[in-house]
């Protein structure tokens, strides 16, 4: 990839001369789509980003939101989290297990570039059909290294999702999100603050890993891809990435720190800057003090590597000496490489100035792109005529809705001791005892819907995500995305991405949850085609303590659906379903609740009612794989079901539903009058079986029946 005709023509005008090689190098990463967000900038501002809870919103390395009081809620706390995510897609094909280790690397630094101290991870992966030997290969490469560097710099990864669709056969997603603990009087932006202060690179010496990361993630993969692109794949030292986590916190504790970026995309030039680029400012910076780890390494190498674990700060000049006596401390570099000034961004290299650029016009002067779309059609209707059992067993044993414990098993989500609800619930919750609360999380996305339907399936994800936290009693306070897609340059594809950015913005808005910040990537294009449009959703929720209610059934208690069964033809509509995907059917998605905000709310109060016993929200596979994930080998179910419409009632995929365990129906009733039908279903069993009668028909299955068909991934993989 190289710097583009009419970017070109618009730098010389500039500059009023030709770039040198180093600049035009820049100008190419800087103005790629993956840090200049051309195609997608002009759509993200339906997104509202604002509300009391936010201190920081989008553009900084992670956004920053305070708390809810600890009291009655009325206001906030003086305690803040960061929330950040990113993608590290191409790298993930190319070498899928350094991959996804340096995405986990790249978002702490963005935590530790706020000041804050990261406490939890959640990753959403997204890969091709399961049954695929080459989807195998990186999904295991992916999950390793997730696990190994996220256990290696102990920050615990507690949340996620994990989804297979054709599409991604050639294009997987690596979706990392990070949350930071900090507060006011700790709190650090990227933007530069003085003239005169000095510019310090900290941590692991620059390599020639990586170089050209930025534009690789801004093209499409190639067929020889994995060959041809792994140097832009950056290498990491988890090891090295622990110590400056440490090294930061000391940094931080003794108020050394002016601003601060972590270098990730476009290496040095891109994090240097963007720090003084934000304030208006310059910077006069000689490559020859970047301490390097390889021989003869020239200008462009040394501005546009993407090595890892490293981190630039302003610093006073009186601090300086402070500073590298602590990293020193931690045995990691540090290396004076200039300072702030009022003027251009310049570059020094062997007494030669290499980059004289206006720093704002290389951060913010790439043009944007006006793209046209095209709306994606309305699927019709093609229903399969599938026996009901069988359909139970293939719906209940898909990859997509069988159990994920052979990923999260391979993370320590216990690390920090924090994690009072761990992986495989519908959220976590980590306990933030600094303000007394529990930080419900909760990400992820669904192919199957968003594929069928951009607009309304991105409304349903932003509601899962949503029901998802209210289930463990929690109030959503603030949401991170990741928006990918394949080649905006194609109509239809950038008609989708349209889809997902205006449904997700429509129903967090809906939900007064602000997007405070998020990652773009786009050309996840291959020769297998674009992928589906996909908005991953990280999204945080509060609540007053630590504890919430279990995802599984207890032996006493009634059974409660809160939503709609699918009796209305409208209700039942089973598109973007895994029934469908099982069986190649096709339909309209279906509609959501009309006051979904309501439903969020009324939820999160009845799952903190001393009356309830469980609560679980039904999305992925319906209502049938919700209540298989609901019986134990203590607790079963007994479920009566109308049979109007079998496969409607049992299979769709409607958000903002959820089954509740209660021992007062009544109280369910109540608290929902005028918010969500509430209909009972049935009653728990001590006997450990699940018996599903639907009209005439009947399932019956157990807890070990259950558990060995939502095996599938652990029984291929090991």
Request: charged content about 25%.
């Amino acid at each position: 990839m190289s710097l583009a005709d009419s970017d070109r023509e618009l730098v010389v005008s500039e500059l009023d001369r030709e770039p040198t090689q180093a600049e035009a190098a820049l100008f190419e990463n800087l103005w790629s789509e993956h840090c200049a967000y051309r195609s997608s900038r002009p759509l993200l501002s339906a997104f509202d980003s604002e509300g009391d809870q936010v201190v920081i919103g989008p553009g900084d390395d992670a956004a920053v939101v305070a708390l809810p009081d600890s009291g009655d809620g009325d206001g906030t706390s003086d305690t803040y989290i960061t929330m950040g995510i990113e993608s590290h897609n191409h790298p993930s094909y190319v070498d899928p297990f350094d991959g996804a280790a340096t995405g986990v690397g790249g978002i702490v630094r963005d935590t530790l570039s706020m000041g804050a101290y990261p406490i939890a991870l959640a990753d959403s992966l997204y890969f091709g059909e399961f049954d695929d030997d080459h989807s195998k290969y990186l999904f295991e490469g992916v999950v390793e290294g997730i696990s190994h560097y996220g256990n290696c710099i102990g920050v615990p990864t507690v949340a996620g999702s994990v989804d297979f669709h054709p599409k991604y056969e050639g294009n997987p997603l690596v979706n990392v999100a990070c949350v930071g603990l900090t507060n006011e009087e700790r709190l650090v932006t990227a933007e530069a603050q003085e003239p005169g202060n000095k510019l310090v690179l900290v941590g692991n010496a620059t390599g020639r890993d990586g170089l050209g990361g930025a534009s690789f993630a801004s093209e499409d993969l190639a067929e020889d891809a994995e060959t041809e692109d792994r140097p832009a794949v950056q290498v990491g030292d988890p090891y090295a990435e622990k110590l400056l986590i440490e090294a930061n916190e000391a940094l931080v504790d003794e108020d050394l720190i002016e601003s601060a970026r972590d270098l990730g995309a476009a290496g040095l030039g891109g994090a240097s800057s963007e720090m003084v680029a934000k304030a208006d400012l310059g910077a006069q910076i000689d490559l020859e003090r970047v301490h390097q780890r390889e021989p003869n390494m020239n200008a462009m190498e040394i501005l546009l590597a993407e090595s890892q674990e490293r981190m630039c700060y302003e610093v006073e000049p009186d601090n300086v000496d402070r500073v590298r006596e602590i990293v020193e401390r931690f045995d990691l570099g540090c290396s004076v490489i200039g300072e702030v000034t009022d003027g251009n961004y310049v570059c020094t290299f062997e007494g030669e100035t290499v980059v004289d650029v206006d720093a704002y016009f290389l951060g913010e002067g790439a043009p944007m792109n006006d793209l046209p779309t095209e709306e994606p059609e309305q699927p019709e209707t093609d229903l399969p005529d599938a026996d009901l059992a069988d359909a139970f067993d293939a719906v209940v044993a898909s990859p997509n809705t069988a159990s994920k414990r052979w990923v999260y098993r391979q993370y320590d989500h216990e690390v920090g001791v924090r994690t009072s609800v761990g992986p495989g619930d519908d959220a976590a919750i980590v306990a933030v005892r600094e303000a007394e609360q529990g930080l419900a999380i909760s990400s992820g996305a669904a192919p199957n819907w968003t594929n069928v339907a951009p607009y309304e399936g991105a409304r349903a994800v932003a509601l899962e995500n949503a029901t998802n936290i209210a289930a463990k009693g929690a109030t959503p306070l603030a949401a991170v995305d990741c928006l990918n897609g394949g080649n905006p340059e194609k109509d239809d594809v950038y008609g989708g991405f349209t889809g997902i950015v205006d449904g997700l913005a429509e129903m967090c808005e809906t939900l007064s949850t602000p997007v405070v910040g998020g990652n773009v990537s786009l050309y996840n294009d291959s020769v297998a085609g674009p992928i589906p449009p996909t908005p991953t959703l990280a999204m945080v929720g509060a609540k007053d303590g630590y504890d919430a209610p279990p995802l599984s059934v207890e032996t006493d208690g009634e059974l409660v659906l809160v939503g709609d069964l699918g009796l209305e033809a409208d209700d039942a509509r089973l598109g973007g379903s895994e029934y469908l995907a099982q069986f190649d059917g096709s339909d309209r998605f279906p509609e959501l609740p009309d006051e979904p905000a309501a439903v969020v709310e009324t939820l999160a109060a009845v799952a903190n009612d001393e009356s309830t016993l469980a609560v679980h929200d039904i999305s992925h596979g319906g209502l049938a794989v919700a209540l298989a994930e609901m019986v134990t080998d203590d607790a079963g179910l007994e479920v009566s079901l109308p049979g109007e419409d079998p496969a409607g009632e049992l299979f769709h995929e409607q958000a903002g539903r959820a089954l509740i365990q209660t021992e007062s129906v009544e109280a369910v009733r109540e608290a929902f009058d005028g918010v969500a039908p509430v209909v009972e279903l049935g009653s728990a069993t001590d006997d450990g079986r699940l018996t599903i009668d639907v009209g005439d028909r009947t399932i019956e299955t157990d807890a070990n029946e259950i558990a060995e068909r939502r095996a599938t991934i652990e029984r291929e993989l090991e």
